[in-house]
């Protein structure tokens, strides 16, 4: 497991992991990487010399604040939107590519998708928000200057 340990390190610095710079700190990092590797919170435990239920601990910690950040780049990027749809609550799933179309239009920006492929972008990036045809949750659908579309539930 030593061996697995500093393949880990070299594979973070590799990638140019920076603990300084990440929401991740070095030990979560190193728990990821391993748990990535399908090696067991037990192994990486007698590895690191700590306690499972630290490990486990540790990767719980580390996937809240992987989360965490992809919730903060999603909002950015809907910041800087040039586009941005409100689909209300009620809507027709059928209704929506229009509804960006229009919008997209509005802003001289050109979606890339087909209405079937944005109905589906929509419907999986929205989750529980899109039930069968119907938007059982407010959502706002933005669309970058390169065309991707990004959705987010609405509060």
């Known amino acids: ?33 391993l748990r990535e590797r399908d090696e067991s919170q037990a192994d990486i435990a007698d590895a690191l010399g700590t306690s499972r239920a630290n490990v486990s601990s540790i990767e719980s910690s580390a996937r809240e604040n992987l989360e965490k950040a992809h919730e903060t780049v999603e909002f950015a990027e809907a910041l800087r939107a040039p586009v941005r749809v409100s689909v209300p609550e009620g809507t027709d799933l059928y209704d929506v590519p229009q509804l960006v179309y229009d919008a997209c239009d509005d802003q001289g920006v050109k979606v890339g998708h087909t209405a079937p492929d944005l109905m589906k972008v929509v419907s999986d990036a929205a989750g529980s928000a899109v039930s069968g045809r119907e938007v059982a949750a407010s959502l706002l659908v933005g669309v970058t200057a390169d065309g991707t579309v990004r ?3 609405q509060e």
Not at 11 to 22: M, V
Request: no cysteine; charged share 30%; net charge negative.
């Open 1 to 33: 497991m030593v061996a697995v340990i500093d393949e880990v390190a070299a594979l973070l610095d590799d990638i140019g992991f920076d603990a300084e710079t990440s929401v991740l700190t070095e030990r979560q990092a190193q728990v990821l990487a």
């Open 151 to 153: 959705v987010r539930r």
